[in-house]
């Protein structure tokens, strides 16, 4: 266990150092962001739901 402590301190040293970065380098402010974020998302789930409906289903399941 002890030869893996080394790994798990370099991961989350890691996901620290990157977490300020992408804070730093953010190209929009944070509320800007969610939104941009949320409006893609919504695009995203609305696409796979057509996807998903344009699906054949069996006749099992149709009946």
């Known amino acids: 266990m002890k030869m893996n402590m080394p790994l798990v301190g370099a991961l989350v040293t890691g996901a620290l150092?990157?977490?300020?970065a992408g804070v730093l380098f953010a190209p929009y402010k944070?509320?800007?962001s969610r939104r941009k974020i949320a409006?893609?998302?919504r695009r995203i789930a609305e696409d796979l739901k057509g996807k998903f409906n344009s699906i054949p289903r069996p006749a099992e399941y149709v009946l």
Do not use: F, P
């Open 39 to 41: 409006r893609q998302s």
């Open 30 to 32: 944070g509320a800007k």
């Open 17 to 20: 150092i990157g977490a300020a």
